[in-house]
């Protein structure tokens, strides 16, 4: 029977498909506040700057390409049964392949309503752009289909069971500060083998049973598989 392989991804995952991450030095939040454009609150306040802000994102995401990292981990599916956790919001490890991706933070390639109980209703984007005046069915407008700060993860739990029955967990350029999502990474079982790839990764509590692959995702994942499939 094939082994259970979770890859928990994050931000520095699509760093070579060149889109860039939160907290390095010349991340985005060098650029933006939080509270501008990832807030219910900012959405509320300024439909349109916030509209406009995942516009960019998406039009970034739209022309980049899945890196060898996200190829590799694809390429994975022929050993081991492989699940992966995402915290990134771009398509990147659908595009190269991965056949199970989980979404913690949402897709940027979807809307949702911002009407009352329609969380789980998705909309496509055609293209890049969302505007102010699209709307779902029901006439409410269309949001970006993105968890911003201060919202649920309604993702979560599920997230959680794929981690409790990992046999390999491989967390892959996250800085492991966004909570609750960081959390999950205490929730794999005892026997499962942890690995970290990130080049920071003396930076950030990780946790002591994580062995460290202090690599770009590419370099890290290339030297991963050797290790896993000796
Ligand atoms: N691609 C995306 O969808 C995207 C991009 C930026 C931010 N985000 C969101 O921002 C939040 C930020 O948290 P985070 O922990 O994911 O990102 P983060 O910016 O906090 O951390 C990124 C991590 O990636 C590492 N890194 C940088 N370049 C790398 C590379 N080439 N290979 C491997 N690792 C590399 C850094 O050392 C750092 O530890 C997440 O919730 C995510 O939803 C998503």
């Not at 029901?138 to 069971?161: I, M, S, T, Y």
Request: glycine share 6%.
């Amino acid at each position: 029977m094939k082994k259970k392989l979770v890859v928990f991804s994050g931000a520095g995952m699509s760093a070579e498909s060149g889109i860039g991450t939160f907290r390095d030095a010349g991340g985005l939040w060098e650029q933006y506040n939080i509270e501008d454009v990832a807030t219910p609150e900012a959405w509320k306040k300024n439909p349109d700057l916030v509209t406009d802000f995942y516009n960019q994102r998406r039009k970034q995401v739209i022309e980049a390409v899945p890196n060898s990292a996200h190829l590799l981990i694809a390429s994975l599916e022929k050993y081991f049964v492989v699940h992966v956790v995402t915290q990134n919001i771009d398509d990147l490890h659908e595009r190269a392949g991965s056949s199970s991706v989980l979404h913690l933070h949402g897709n940027i390639r979807l809307a949702k309503s911002s009407g009352p109980n329609q969380e789980d209703r998705y909309y496509p984007i055609e293209g890049w752009e969302l505007t102010a005046n699209d709307k779902c069915p029901d006439g409410f407008p269309l949001r970006p289909h993105v968890v911003w700060f201060g919202e649920q993860v309604p993702a979560l739990n599920d997230a959680a069971k794929i981690i409790q029955e990992a046999d390999i967990l491989v967390v892959v350029g996250t800085s492991l500060q966004v909570y609750p999502a960081a959390g999950l990474v205490h929730l794999a079982p005892g026997n499962c083998k942890c690995y970290v790839i990130d080049p920071n990764s003396d930076e950030f509590e990780v946790p002591s049973n994580f062995i460290k692959i202090k690599a770009n995702a590419s370099e890290g994942m290339r030297e991963l598989i050797q290790r896993i499939t000796d």
